[in-house]
């Protein structure tokens, strides 16, 4: 099993930044991906950006240019630092870990973490 604990959301004017952090413990496979999903009231959860633990990056198109994801692979720890956050960007961030194995992957989820962009 693994625990992802997220950290970091909270109420920001337009504009503004926030970081946001993710500590994975328990059962991590050596071959991994993190990232950070969210879900805004009434739509799909939809991938905000993802990273390898080669530090390769995927990036919605929407966040491109504002928000970075990085990992410290010794903590185990994920962060997405977003700058210029707009209205848009309101929703319930989520941290997801993939572990992948032979011919197999397992996913876990974080709990959740609130992001408000409002003035």
């Known amino acids: 099993q693994v625990q992802l604990v997220e950290s970091g959301g909270g109420l920001v004017q337009p504009g503004g930044s926030l970081r946001l952090s993710c500590a994975a413990s328990g059962s991590i496979f050596s071959i991994n991906t993190m990232g950070w999903y969210r879900q805004a009231p009434g739509k799909e959860r939809e991938l905000v950006a993802t990273i390898t633990r080669a530090s390769s990056t995927i990036y919605t198109d929407s966040v491109k240019g504002r928000f970075t994801i990085s990992r410290d692979n010794v903590k185990n720890t994920i962060y997405l630092q977003m700058n210029s956050l707009q209205p848009e960007d309101t929703a319930v961030y989520y941290c997801?870990?993939?572990?992948?194995?032979?011919?197999?992957?397992?996913?876990?989820w974080g709990q959740g973490t609130q992001v408000t962009v409002s003035s």
């Open positions: 997801r870990l993939d572990n992948f194995g032979i011919n197999s992957r397992y996913t876990y």
